[in-house]
């Protein structure tokens, strides 16, 4: 399990459930400092954060995958709309559940942007602040991009079902 600033366990997927901090930056920070550190990260699909939360099951990380590059997409898609739309509600709902998604495979990059636009949203940024919800939706897009490039080389090389019939691939 992750440690939390104070080192007490928790699961990965309960960190996504507590209240947002006073602070954003500083709970950034405080996150930043307890996630695993992984020289080779390129953007995309971090290894150390996969292992950690799903172990050496290639298969179950290939199944776990294919269910993302389905689901993802879509989440990005919802974000366009909710900002488009001056949608605070929708904005917070999209980007959260594409942050807890990608929590599984990175926890930089993509991540990181999920949460700004959840906070923006919380923060009621919309329609005021729409050109810079749009720059962040778009450095999203380059970044989901980066990380289904890397979650489609994993599955070229370690799908052991050979499923690797995900929309790309078709």
Known sequence: ALRSANQSPITPFAQESLAPAANPEREQEREQDT???DDDYNG???ITVVRQIFGDDDAFVARSIRMYL???PRFSQDILN???SGDNTGLISAAH???GTSSRYTREGLFSTCL????????KALPERHAKLMHLWAKLETQLKQMTQSMHEF???HDPSGENDTPAHR
């Open 35 to 37: 996630l695993p550190e």
């Open 44 to 46: 995309g699909m971090n």
């Open 70 to 72: 389905h689901d993802a």
């Open 82 to 84: 909710a900002v488009n």
């Open 97 to 99: 559940a594409l942050k």
């Open 116 to 123: 700004e636009l959840e906070e923006l949203g919380r923060d």
């Open 155 to 157: 599955l070229t090389e």
